[in-house]
């Protein structure tokens, strides 16, 4: 009785600091994607500078996504298993350093390596602060990974705000600036695994314990299956953006590099603002539908884009970025009420996922415009969405929630 009675005051604790502890979380993830957005945002100054192809530009992508893609399965699982509080630190101390090799790379090989150890710091800090944001979120699951996203959607739609306006005027060393910031990130993750480890697990341990899924393993592996396919739609179609959209916007339409760097900030604004509406109306409505509206709904969208005018390039890219930005949250509370207490080898899965989709679009986007010219990308990439047609196959889940406490 005591036992039970320690466990529950551990649960209360928890409860009381978990506002703080989302807002914290979601800061570093603003930071952290924040320091991620400098390298795609410094593109258009290295391709110059090194007289990069855009095949080694989709490279340098794929360098620094697949790394970030490859260990957040395993480290998901691993936390689920063995929960590491303070290796979120440590993977900003990951990406602290990459950003320093970043600000003073001489070769192509460097840039490279420095890509490299961004994304390893990525892969350690997404699948475990994913788990955190479950932990604090009180059984509001959708509102939680909401409140995470947005400050990863905010943090990359800074990055060609930074370049723009700091970058592209004192050069490609200017980036070390940005090292304080990562020290800034370790020292609130230092706190963030303090509670963690005193509070955050014995809550997530609890949350998994009061949950039961309605749905036979067959159902739930058909429904991964289908969700790693719109994940697969949704990253391969914002790799255009994140990559290219500069590069579309100054050769279509003849804009200056700060010019097309403020267009792609509007794009990723409305996409911060879509991740964060997004899971509070799946935890009203139902994840399903958000998933199915958010992937397939933005077709109209992107079939109009590459025939649009600037400013209804513009414009268009607002509900594109609100629309397909939405679906994530949903996505990642979805399978995790798919498989209750693999909070962090789901998150590892669809974070990975989403960083390798990114990688290889990135890589074969590359080839694609070398070869095609960089408006064929988009023409091909607007009817990537279509694939949102398979949510029709998710099945209806229904689960027992947590009791308030938890």
């Known amino acids: 009785m005591n036992e039970s009675a320690l466990r529950l005051a551990g649960v209360h604790a928890a409860g009381r600091t978990a506002v703080a502890v989302l807002a914290a979380i979601s ?49 998901g699982a691993m936390a689920d298993r063995t929960p590491r509080p303070y290796s979120l630190a440590t993977g900003m101390g990951f990406s602290l350093a990459g950003l320093l090799l970043l600000a003073f790379a001489g070769s192509y090989p460097l840039l490279l390596l420095a890509a490299a150890l961004i994304g390893t710091g990525s892969s350690v800090f997404h699948p475990e602060s994913s788990r955190v944001a479950r932990m604090a979120s009180g059984g509001r699951h959708g509102l939680a990974q909401s409140v995470f996203q947005v400050g990863g959607n905010l943090g990359s739609a800074c990055g060609p705000l930074l370049a723009a306006f700091i970058v592209l005027p004192y050069g490609q060393s200017s980036v ?26 014995t809550r997530l341990k609890h949350a998994a314990r009061t949950r039961h899924i309605e749905a036979s393993p067959r159902r739930v592996a058909g429904a991964i299956a289908v969700l790693l396919a719109l994940i697969f739609s949704k990253y391969f179609y914002l790799a255009s953006i994140t990559s290219y959209y500069t590069f579309y ?6 804009q200056s590099v700060r ?14 603002i879509g991740g964060f509406v997004g899971g509070p109306i799946g935890d009203r409505i139902g994840s399903k539908k958000i998933i199915w509206v958010s992937i ?7 079939l ?7 400013l209804w390039t513009s ?22 009420d798919l498989l209750p207490g ?7 899965l669809f974070f990975g996922l989403a960083f390798g989709m990114g990688s290889v679009g990135a890589a074969v986007l590359g080839k694609l415009a070398d070869h095609f010219g960089i408006d064929a990308v988009y023409q091909i990439c607007a009817f990537l969405p279509l694939i949102g047609l398979l949510a029709g196959f998710l099945p209806d889940v229904k689960h027992h929630p947590p009791p308030a406490e938890a």
């Open 27 to 75: 800061f570093c993830h603003l930071l952290n994607d924040m320091m991620q957005s400098l390298l795609p945002a410094l593109y258009p100054m290295l391709k110059s500078r090194y007289q990069m192809s855009f095949g080694q530009i989709g490279l340098l992508t794929f360098t620094f996504q697949f790394t970030a893609s490859l260990l957040q399965p395993m480290v």
């Open 176 to 201: 070390a600036w940005f090292s304080a910031v990562a020290l800034l990130g370790m020292f609130v993750l230092f706190h963030v695994g303090h509670w963690y480890k005193t509070h955050g697990i």
């Open 249 to 254: 916007l100054i050769g279509h339409f003849h």
């Open 259 to 272: 010019s097309a760097q403020l267009h792609l900030f509007v794009f990723l604004a409305a996409a911060a």
């Open 296 to 302: 397939l709904g933005v077709l109209p969208f992107t």
């Open 304 to 310: 109009l884009l590459p025939h649009a005018s600037l």
């Open 315 to 336: 414009v268009l890219s607002v509900p594109i970025g609100l629309i397909i930005a939405s679906a994530f949250p949903a996505i990642v509370v979805y399978a995790q």
């Open 342 to 348: 693999r909070t962090g080898a789901v998150a590892g």
